[in-house]
């Protein structure tokens, strides 16, 4: 056994050697300067190829000013807000310094200061490295500042430092950048805004960050703001910041921040491909905005300048020729959405975000949620159908080729027999764009003319939780879905973003095999290379030959149905149009197997985004995905694949069993075939064969020899003399963007 006297030698030297190391660190940490602060660096972006694409800016919006030039109303708002005690306290917090030791040593969070000398402190380290050192050295420091330096130097430092969002580090930039005027110039009730913002820019910015994170929208930033605004004049009016007369004053009205601005180099598309491209690097690693807008890092994209400005051209050659909002009232605020995404890559290529920065359009379009996708939606619950079956055919998959009632008006059916019914506890009836009676008519039919009915009723039958899966494992996020499965659901009530509608029908076009969008291939750190960027995992969302027979139905559609004017690309194509109620949106979204492009054109209400109706914009009665969204694709595509190889698509085979609705009348006996020239010999063709209108022809495209039948059963072509109806549909209803959880996205009566 040791001696006392061993164990008492022991015990003194190490808290002696303790002392002595506490000492020599803390003797050896300099006070930090927010002038060294200060001295920050780009982010610069690169093409896909290599190339720089844009250094963000010149470097931290930043302009250090004196305590003097701060007004008190400023400097008392941080205090009020966040350390009542600043002038009294040592400007350490040690439970929460130990807390923080703690939590990272057992492999947690950094966890920040609570006291304004803390946060001065953590604001002045460029490194943000994750470490037990750095936190050491900083709580080191932060106890020298705390006893070495002045009260109102270490304010004057924090506020300094201290990062307000849109790119502005300190007060002198925050004054500039939200209100126009210089720091001295704030008013109190302007200083309480600022301050809110230091909870968290993205989440208390009025203006929104819907593109950093769908829960920051403009309203509910707008909320947030407002609530920590007043709370914060409130707590200076207790703390005798403020005189009653100034506090009835500040309180009045909520002084509006001014919109953003465009920063240097971030015009045009540049703008919007940085935004997703930042976007993906924050989603990926444990930078904070903060940290990333500081500056050091170099962002390797998979953006290509050639795509890129293929796309910007193609919309704008379109709207030139299209649009004219100067003499059209409906033309005005039109607004275009695209993204084309590689199959079995995932790269994200080429996006069309809007009209750019420079032109006050701050949202990213091509990444943003609230435009429902209309008819595009139906091909998901199709692979459903063909992956799942139905109720009926006991998990074996239904064949392209079932039959279901395309009628306009039709009662929709459960599994168990009954109706749906409205609010009112009528029979919901669902309706298509025309009351054309098609009657029984397959799938695929349906499919090629867009008409809903049938959809619906497969849905139900299917089951829209499978419909809801299905889209999932293709690459749609669950929160742009509705929450609410009711009959709507199947017709493209859903709000995803062109870029994850694209990465959805690359799937389609990869035979079933789906690999997540991606932006960012590598990220490195003052020439370091950074963790968590590695290419997204091809994973299986469904059947190859489901898949395929997805692919073979959609390039009907582009040969006979809606999206005919998609021919003029002149390749081997498939796609899908999609328009919603009062023509709020229209969609066309189609493939080869190089790429896969959507582009989504809206209306939108530049005070509330709220969407607006399309009809007669372009001088048209009702605007339909298969026109000037078509028309964008073609533009582009033809110019993005040039000089490439036509590959067609893989074969499809026969697939799953002929499921018709429930209801559908059993096939009469076919006459005999005689050689008469008088028409009233001729069998009867249902309206959905008639090819003699100027409408795309109602006849299919016969691709495999297994799929070669007419909806009527009968093999070859048939005549008639009843027109077809237009080749356009409309389905769902437009809501305003960024709703795209809510539970208004989801009426009775769709068309």
Same mark, same amino acid.
């Given at each position: 056994m040791p001696s006392w006297r061993l164990v008492s030698g022991l015990c003194i030297t190490f808290f002696g050697s303790l &002392?002595?190391?506490?000492?020599?660190?803390?003797?050896?940490?300099?006070?930090?300067?927010?002038?060294?602060?200060?001295?920050?660096?780009?982010? &610069?972006?690169?093409? !896909?190829?290599g190339q720089q694409m844009v250094a963000s800016g010149t470097g931290v919006n930043r302009q250090n000013v004196t305590i003097d030039l701060i007004p008190e109303a400023m400097q008392y708002a941080v205090i009020s807000a966040e350390n009542k005690t600043f002038y009294s306290d040592p400007g350490v917090d040690f439970k929460g310094i130990a807390r923080a030791i703690?939590?990272?040593?057992?492999?947690?969070?950094?966890?920040?200061?609570?006291?304004?000398?803390?946060?001065?402190?953590?604001?002045?380290?460029?490194?943000?490295?994750?470490?037990?050192?750095?936190?050491?050295?900083?709580?080191?420091?932060?106890?020298?500042?705390?006893?070495?330096?002045?009260?109102?130097?270490i304010l004057q430092g924090y506020l300094n430092t201290s990062y307000f969002g849109r790119g502005a580090y300190g007060i002198q930039a925050a004054a500039q950048t939200y209100y126009g005027v210089n720091a001295k110039d704030l008013?109190?009730?302007?200083?309480? &805004?600022?301050?809110?913002?230091?909870?968290?820019?993205?989440?208390?910015?009025?203006? @929104?960050?819907?593109?950093i994170d769908p829960a920051a929208t403009k309203d509910a930033n707008y909320k947030r703001s407002h609530d920590r605004w007043a709370?914060?004049?409130?707590?200076?009016?207790?703390?005798?910041?403020?005189?009653?007369?100034?506090?009835?004053?500040?309180?009045?009205?909520?002084?509006?921040? *001014?919109?953003?601005?465009?920063?240097?180099?971030?015009?045009? *598309?540049i703008s919007y491909l940085a935004d997703t491209a930042k976007k993906y690097v924050l989603a990926h690693s444990?930078?904070?905005?903060?940290? +990333?807008? *500081? !500056?050091?890092?170099?962002?390797?994209?998979?953006?290509?300048?050639?795509?890129?400005?293929?796309?910007?051209?193609?919309?704008?050659?379109?709207?030139?020729?299209? %649009?004219?909002?100067?003499?059209?009232?409906?033309?005005?605020?039109?607004? +275009?959405?695209?993204?084309? &995404?590689?199959?079995?890559?995932?790269?994200?290529?080429?996006?069309? @975000?809007?009209?750019?920065?420079?032109?006050?359009?701050?949202?990213n379009n091509a990444d943003t949620s609230g435009v429902p996708v209309g008819s595009t939606?139906?091909?998901?619950?199709?692979?459903?159908?063909m992956e799942d079956g139905t109720y009926k055919t006991d998990g074996v998959g239904v064949s392209p080729l079932s039959k279901y009632n395309g009628d306009d008006n039709l009662k929709v059916r459960r599994p168990d027999g009954t109706y749906y019914l409205n609010k009112d506890n009528?029979?919901?009836?669902?309706?298509?764009?025309?009351?054309?009676?098609?009657?029984?008519?397959?799938?695929?039919?349906?499919?090629?003319?867009?008409?809903?009915?049938?959809?619906?009723?497969? @849905?139900?039958?299917?089951?829209?939780?499978?419909?809801?899966?299905?889209?999932?494992?293709?690459?749609?996020?669950?929160?742009?879905?509705?929450?609410?499965?009711?009959?709507?659901?199947?017709?493209? #009530?859903?709000?995803?973003?062109?870029?994850?509608?694209?990465?959805?029908?690359?799937?389609?076009?990869?035979?079933?095999?789906?690999?997540?969008?991606?932006?960012?291939?590598?990220?490195?750190?003052?020439?370091?290379?950074?963790?968590?960027?590695?290419?997204?995992?091809?994973?299986?969302?469904?059947?190859?030959?489901?898949?395929?027979?997805?692919?073979?139905?959609?390039?009907?559609?582009?040969?006979?149905?809606?999206?005919?004017?998609?021919?003029?690309? @002149?390749?081997?194509?498939?796609?899908?149009?999609? #328009?919603?109620?009062?023509n709020k949106s229209a969609w066309f979204v189609g493939y080869t197997q190089q790429l896969a492009t959507s582009v989504a054109m809206f209306r939108e209400n530049p005070k509330d985004a709220e969407l607006l109706s399309m009809n007669g914009t372009a001088g048209v009665a009702s605007i339909h995905g298969g026109d000037i969204p078509t028309a964008v694709w073609t533009e582009y595509m033809k110019a993005a694949l040039q000089?490439?190889?036509? %590959?067609?698509?893989?074969?499809?085979?026969?697939?799953?069993?002929?499921?018709d609705e429930l209801g559908m009348p059993s096939p009469t006996p076919s006459p005999s075939i005689t050689v008469s020239e008088s028409p009233s010999e001729t069998p009867s063709a249902t309206p959905s064969e008639t090819a003699t209108s100027p409408s795309p022809t109602a006849t299919e495209t016969c691709q495999f020899a297994w799929n070669c039948s007419t909806d009527g059963g009968s093999t070859g072509s048939t005549s008639g003399t009843t027109s077809s109806p237009t080749a356009t549909e409309t389905t769902g209803n437009g809501n305003t963007r960024g709703n795209a959880n809510g539970g208004n996205l989801f009426g009775g009566s769709t068309g």
């Open positions: &002392v002595a190391l506490v000492g020599v660190s803390y003797a050896m940490v300099s006070v930090p300067s927010e002038n060294t602060a200060a001295q920050s660096q780009n982010n &610069v972006y690169y093409w !896909g190829n703690v939590n990272m040593a057992q492999g947690g969070q950094t966890q920040g200061g609570s006291t304004i000398t803390q946060q001065y402190v953590k604001n002045t380290y460029l490194s943000q490295d994750q470490t037990l050192t750095r936190k050491f050295k900083e709580m080191f420091i932060a106890i020298k500042v705390g006893t070495k330096v002045p009260k109102p130097q008013t109190p009730s302007e200083c309480a &805004v600022l301050a809110s913002l230091l909870k968290g820019a993205t989440y208390y910015d009025p203006a @929104g960050n819907p593109d709370w914060i004049l409130e707590e200076m009016h207790k703390d005798q910041h403020l005189t009653d007369a100034q506090y009835q004053q500040a309180i009045k009205k909520y002084p509006m921040p *001014q919109g953003r601005k465009a920063v240097k180099g971030m015009t045009g *598309q444990n930078i904070t905005e903060s940290q +990333f807008d *500081q !500056g050091g890092y170099q962002i390797y994209t998979t953006f290509d300048k050639a795509k890129v400005n293929a796309l910007s051209a193609a919309v704008a050659k379109i709207q030139k020729a299209r %649009l004219d909002p100067k003499n059209r009232d409906k033309d005005k605020y039109v607004q +275009f959405g695209a993204a084309s &995404v590689v199959p079995k890559d995932g790269a994200i290529v080429a996006l069309y @975000g809007g009209a750019g920065y420079e032109n006050n359009h701050f949202t939606w139906k091909p998901f619950v199709l692979a459903a159908a009528s029979i919901f009836r669902q309706r298509n764009e025309s009351a054309y009676p098609w009657g029984y008519i397959t799938l695929r039919k349906a499919m090629e003319q867009s008409i809903n009915t049938p959809f619906v009723q497969l @849905g139900v039958d299917v089951g829209m939780t499978k419909v809801r899966d299905m889209a999932q494992a293709s690459g749609i996020l669950l929160n742009s879905m509705s929450q609410n499965l009711n009959p709507s659901f199947a017709i493209g #009530t859903s709000t995803p973003s062109a870029i994850r509608m694209a990465d959805a029908y690359a799937t389609f076009a990869a035979s079933g095999e789906h690999v997540d969008p991606y932006s960012v291939t590598s990220v490195k750190k003052d020439g370091q290379e950074l963790t968590g960027f590695d290419k997204p995992k091809l994973t299986r969302a469904m059947d190859a030959n489901v898949a395929n027979n997805v692919t073979d139905v959609l390039q009907n559609v582009i040969q006979n149905g809606t999206g005919t004017n998609a021919k003029a690309l @002149g390749r081997t194509a498939a796609g899908k149009t999609g #328009t919603t109620d009062s000089g490439k190889n036509d %590959l067609g698509f893989p074969d499809a085979t026969k697939l799953g069993e002929i499921s």
